[in-house]
């Protein structure tokens, strides 16, 4: 697939000393995107805490395609986030979760306009003990649940001890949940666990926005007394790149940075001006 290149906000630092060195630091992103298409909002919320979801309580094995689009939910009971007792008082009270099930289904629908543009998709979570989230089907994220990633968790599996988070825990989550999306109807299914039937509390509250873009945050660049330029960058919390690519004055730097690095040095620069680019790709 080939790579179309999307700009972000350019963040620029000018440093000088009496050799009158100046470098200019400019932040790009490299996303792969098979068409142009109308740019969405640079982040909305699609799920929020306090909407209403379809639930089914954890008493037995759910249906082997409860998680999936296609799933006919209309026989499970409604309710609004959270889900929870003992913790959390608002929402929807599981009072009769305590020595009665283990786990805990929810599933709601959301809609995205333009599937194709998205960056990826951000889960915020407040939970206690453990969840497996899926986006149509496909696994994206679990959480103090054992297992590796994919493989089927089932209605009487006990969560590792987690307490409920006090504020939510936010995931930026990986390329394959903006492979797992679709532009239109799409379902967001999680499974929540609690880590014993007796436990005396249980928390499972889920939002859920987009991100679109993966770039890095906060490039800078600092001449130092050696003579070589310190370049300094963020990554957003969650993401993943599968490389990052370093230009100075439109010539990339090589070797460069290894993908998950945070910082860089040129060794080589020289007097003058030099304008560097950071270039970050992901799906």
């Known amino acids: 697939m080939v790579g179309r290149k999307r700009a972000c906000k350019a963040t620029r630092a000018f440093v000088t000393n009496p050799k009158y060195w100046r470098a200019a630091c400019l932040t790009l992103g490299l996303l792969a995107l098979a068409v142009e298409a109308p740019r969405?909002?640079?982040?909305?919320?699609?799920?929020?805490?306090?909407?209403?979801?379809?639930?089914?309580?954890?008493?037995?094995?759910?249906?082997?395609?409860?998680?999936?689009l296609s799933f006919d939910d209309s026989t499970w009971l409604e309710g609004a986030s959270p889900f929870a007792y003992g913790d959390l008082t608002t929402g929807t009270q599981l009072t009769d979760m305590q020595n009665g099930y283990l786990s805990f289904y929810i599933r709601k629908k959301f809609t995205l306009s333009d599937a194709q543009?998205?960056?990826?998709?951000?889960?915020?979570?407040?939970?206690?003990?453990?969840?497996?989230?899926?986006v149509n089907g496909t696994e994206i994220l679990r959480k103090f649940v054992a297992g590796a990633p994919g493989t089927p968790v089932l209605f009487n599996t006990p969560a590792v001890d987690h307490e409920t988070n006090a504020t939510y825990e936010d995931t930026v989550l990986s390329c394959t949940?903006?492979?797992a999306a679709q532009?239109?109807?799409?379902?967001?299914?999680?499974?929540?666990h609690n880590v014993q039937i007796t436990s005396a509390d249980f928390t499972?509250?889920?939002?859920?926005?987009?991100?679109?873009?993966?770039?890095?945050?906060n490039f800078t660049c600092t001449l130092r007394a050696t003579d070589d330029v310190l370049l300094r960058w963020q990554r957003?919390?969650?993401?993943?790149?599968?490389?990052?690519r370093i230009t100075r004055n439109g010539v990339t730097l090589s070797p460069g940075p290894a993908a998950g690095a945070v910082s860089f040095i040129d060794t080589t620069a020289l007097p003058g001006d030099n304008m560097y680019q950071i270039i970050a790709t992901a799906c």
């Open 40 to 68: 969405a909002r640079a982040q909305d919320k699609l799920i929020k805490e306090g909407d209403s979801w379809h639930y089914l309580k954890g008493v037995e094995e759910p249906p082997q395609d409860w998680k999936q």
């Open 117 to 134: 543009r998205l960056g990826t998709l951000k889960l915020r979570m407040r939970y206690d003990d453990g969840f497996v989230a899926y």
């Open 177 to 179: 949940a903006r492979q």
């Open 183 to 192: 532009a239109g109807e799409n379902v967001l299914a999680i499974q929540g």
């Open 204 to 217: 499972l509250l889920p939002e859920l926005e987009t991100v679109n873009s993966f770039c890095p945050l």
């Open 236 to 244: 957003q919390v969650g993401v993943v790149f599968e490389a990052l």
